[in-house]
């Protein structure tokens, strides 16, 4: 226990970490997801504590049992991690997933009732192939990221004639190699398109629009449009200088990554993450 905050280490059914106010706990929780680096959130989850709201992070891939990268993985796996939170008390959940947690986060969303509220950070508006190898060890050919109730969710693929254009060994901007394969397989993207439009949770999405490994900030302004068609509504926070990397209040910005260009600055980033904190509190607590 320290900063009024009680720890606690999972170890079934997934490797994992929680965070829980000691004292004045309001009856909200929230989910944290890591992106494709496959972390357990602890520090993001300490950041939620201290602000009074429950948090559980848990490996969702490369784990026992589980795909040894972003290929395949049943999208249950959130639903049942966010039971977690329901086990533990909280009246309303919540799921915050970075990048291709926020793809988890938000086809959750569409397809069950389990979270009251999603926040996206770095998100995208359709469902991306694979990345990382499946339980067969194989990487290609492309596979869905996900599958629900043993299937998989129809995706996009990835260009495979795309190259980096910086020198090797110097860190990769790979947003073109989305962009492009947007183009390339233009005739997919209704079929992987996440319908957040069915979603009944709330829903905040947060993007960089110097975003360098996809170009978050133009897919939450699609997630936001499907949602209006459908009467639905989206808060959105967008900073046209920050990057992949959203840095809440109280957080430490990540050190920068030798093999990817995450975009924007250290500063950015941050501002940013204070920008959003104040909705994504809101949205956690249902308002209060």
Known sequence: M???IAEDELTGPWKG????PVTGGGGAGVLVLSGSSGRIERER???FARAGVTAVSVRWFGGAGQPPGVCEVPLETFADAAGLLRERGAARVSLLGTSKGAEAALLVAALTGCADAVIALAPTSVCWANVGPGR???????????????????????DGSWTPSEPEGAPVAVRGWYERSLVTYADLLPAAAIPVERAVADLV?????????????????ELAARRTAAGRGAAVVVRADAGHRTVFPGESAPPPSPRFDHGGTPEADAALGA???????SAVRGGA
């Open 136 to 158: 067969d060890g194989r990487d290609r050919p492309y596979r869905s990221s996900w599958t629900w109730r043993g299937r998989p969710v129809p995706f996009v693929p990835l």
């Open 205 to 221: 999405l947060v993007a960089g629009g110097a975003d360098r490994m996809w170009p978050s900030a133009r897919f939450a302004g």
């Open 2 to 4: 320290s900063d009024g």
């Open 275 to 281: 920008e959003a904190w104040p909705h994504v509190l």
């Open 45 to 47: 989850c300490r950041l």
């Open 17 to 20: 970490f929680a965070a829980a």
